[in-house]
């Protein structure tokens, strides 16, 4: 069974930076893909962006291009989101997920295993 506990979140102002973690308990987080996706009130999950496992397959959604970086820890089981330039449209709940094997694509149906979030809001 794969646990993922997300960490960072908080609080901040337009235009201030924030790092989310993701950490995992596994065997071995090689064996996995890792994303975060993140979810308004209101709206659907969104996939914000993903690392396969090759740590030069890395993916982001067209809503955190030029913002935002994802990056993983095999040894230390954990991943990350810097987030910079925050927006308030950022606002959101995000998700750390895992699907066992290659890039799966960044969509929420192809990961299996989820966090329980970790909530960012980005004040005007």
């Known amino acids: 069974q794969v646990q993922l506990v997300e960490s960072g979140g908080g609080s901040v102002q337009a235009g201030g930076s924030l790092r989310l973690s993701c950490k995992a308990s596994?065997?071995?987080?090689?064996?996995?893909?890792m994303a975060w996706f993140r979810q308004a009130p209101g709206k659907e999950r969104e996939g914000v962006a993903g690392?396969?496992?090759?740590?030069?397959?890395?993916y982001v959604g067209d809503s955190a291009k030029g913002r935002f970086t994802v990056s993983r820890d095999n040894a230390q089981k954990t991943m990350y989101l810097q987030m910079n330039s925050l927006k308030p449209e950022d606002t959101a709940t995000y998700y750390c997920?895992?699907?066992?094997?290659?890039?799966?694509?960044?969509?929420?149906?192809?990961?299996?295993?989820w966090g329980q979030g970790t909530q960012v809001t980005v004040s005007s």
């Open positions: 596994v065997y071995s987080l090689m064996d996995y893909s």
């Open positions: 997920a895992a699907s066992a094997g290659w890039w799966p694509g960044l969509r929420p149906q192809n990961f299996h295993y």
């Open positions: 690392i396969g496992r090759q740590t030069s397959d890395r």
